[in-house]
């Protein structure tokens, strides 16, 4: 049986944490940012988990399952 491949946009994205939670950047903070608060730009800096909800499809794109 061949070998399980990752997808390659994955695991650009997401990355593990030492418990093994995935982490992931937020959305929307590329272009377009005039009309954006600051407020708004600066809590899109930060890092945040991925939801438990899609936790099993990204294992299977990160070939973890």
Avoid: E, W, Y
């Avoid at 950047?25 to 939801?51: C, D």
Wanted: net charge positive; aromatic share 4%.
């Amino acid at each position: 049986m061949p070998k399980m491949k990752t997808n390659s946009g994955a695991k650009k994205r997401f990355a593990l944490t030492g418990t093994g939670k995935i982490k992931r950047k937020h959305a929307f903070k590329r272009h377009i940012l005039t009309k954006k608060t600051k407020k708004q730009k600066r809590n899109l800096t930060h890092i945040t988990l991925v939801s438990s909800a899609d936790q099993r499809n990204v294992k299977l794109l990160l070939g973890m399952k």
